[in-house]
């Protein structure tokens, strides 16, 4: 099973799991790392979160803002391994999906994911509906 592990700036990354589980309760093969500290800090708590979740099946993270230093960390650490992926701009959908498509191929599984994340990206639109009122009012 593909292991996770939630980054970000702040209090991102534990909003963002508090919010999955509660749409899908408990979560296993999780880890949550905060950028709260030096970017070599958050390496080595990636570095051990990635360790503590990975069981074969390959491991992604979850960035809040591709280009950021959670992100950039997370890369990092991911040239240097075959299994891991990254993924920037993390939402709640592609969590949610990623919950059901864990058992897949790694690459599958963010091609999937990233899907997901954008297709659940939409603005609301107010939609007028032209009424037509014959003669008697009705």
């Known amino acids: 099973m593909i292991g996770f592990v939630i980054t970000g700036h702040g209090s991102f990354?534990?909003?963002l799991l508090e919010s999955v589980q509660l749409i899908a309760g408990d979560i296993e093969q999780v880890e949550v790392i905060p950028f709260e500290e030096s970017s070599d800090r958050l390496?080595?708590?990636l570095?051990?979160?990635?360790?503590n979740v990975d069981t074969g099946s390959?491991?992604?993270?979850?960035a809040d803002l591709a280009g950021g230093t959670p992100f950039n960390v997370s890369s990092k650490?991911?040239?240097?391994?075959?299994?891991?992926r990254v993924?920037?701009?993390a939402n709640s959908p592609m969590l949610l999906s990623g919950l059901f498509q864990r058992k897949l191929p790694v690459d599958d599984f963010?091609?999937?994911?990233?899907k997901e994340g954008k297709e659940n990206i939409k603005k609301f639109e107010v939609n007028v509906i032209d009424t037509v009122v014959d003669s008697d009012g009705i």
């Open 77 to 84: 650490i991911a040239s240097i391994n075959d299994n891991i």
């Open 13 to 15: 990354p534990n909003g």
């Open 58 to 62: 390959g491991v992604v993270c979850f």
């Open 47 to 51: 570095t051990q979160s990635i360790e």
């Open 110 to 114: 963010v091609d999937i994911v990233l």
């Open 43 to 45: 390496e080595k708590l």
């Open 87 to 89: 993924i920037g701009g």
